[in-house]
């Protein structure tokens, strides 16, 4: 597998990062506790930093983990929570953070453990979408692009572990 072609530019997630701040900043503005970001370790990180930067709300981090065993570039909709949420999340404003949703079996599987921990709300950021995959469906309060069913990587996106280091949306190719 090799990088190929640059599917959303640096400039375009930039861009766009700032509009989303601009749209929860303004949903939750006046909140009494600061906003819960929840990154959905490893590939939200950049998303999420570069997200929070942006913001005009307090926030508080935290994070969780999660593996869905698969092989290469296919999920299996097997989940399995790696790290678990250290703030108590009860009565408190919470938002996930992920990097893309493919099936959405992993998000689902998320938002589901989160609830019922009793959040005051809980909702959902995410930067890429890729519709045709879906097989749960998935509220998304706030969303960045929608994008073709194509294996990418970059700005937190890995394959092996590789290409998260990336400012661009890139599709990897054989
Ligand atoms: P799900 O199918 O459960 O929505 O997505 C499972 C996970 O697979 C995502 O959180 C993400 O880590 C990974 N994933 C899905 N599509 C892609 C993709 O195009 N590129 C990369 N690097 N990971 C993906």
Same mark, same amino acid.
């Given at each position: 597998?090799?990088?190929g ?14 509009? @989303?701040?601009? =749209?929860?900043?303004? #949903?939750? &503005? +006046?909140? !009494? ?9 490893? %590939?939200?990180?950049?998303?999420a ?31 399995? @929570?790696?790290? =678990?949420?250290?703030? #108590?999340? &009860? +009565?408190? !404003? ?9 099936? %959405? ?8 453990h989160v609830q ?25 309060a706030?969303?960045?692009?929608d ?23 890139h599709?990897?190719?054989?």
């Amino acid at each position: 597998m090799k990088l190929g072609r640059e599917l959303v530019s640096a400039d375009a997630i930039q861009r766009r990062v700032q509009e @989303l701040a601009a =749209d929860v900043s303004r #949903d939750y &503005a +006046g909140i !009494d506790r600061p906003l819960i970001l929840l990154p959905v370790l490893k %590939g939200s990180v950049c998303f999420a930093t570069d997200l929070s930067r942006h913001l005009t709300v307090p926030v508080n981090f935290d994070y969780v983990a999660v593996s869905s065993y698969g092989t290469g570039t296919e999920s299996s909709g097997h989940v399995q @929570l790696l790290k =678990d949420l250290t703030m #108590d999340v &009860a +009565g408190r !404003d919470v938002l996930m953070v992920e990097d893309i949703i493919d099936t %959405g079996l992993t998000t689902s599987f998320l938002f589901d453990h989160v609830q019922r921990h009793r959040p005051a709300s809980l909702k959902l950021c995410v930067l890429l979408n890729k519709q045709e995959r879906r097989i749960t469906p998935v509220p998304m309060a706030y969303k960045g692009f929608d994008i073709p069913n194509q294996f990418v990587v970059g700005y937190g996106l890995d394959f092996d572990e590789l290409y998260r280091n990336l400012s661009a949306v890139h599709v990897l190719e054989p």
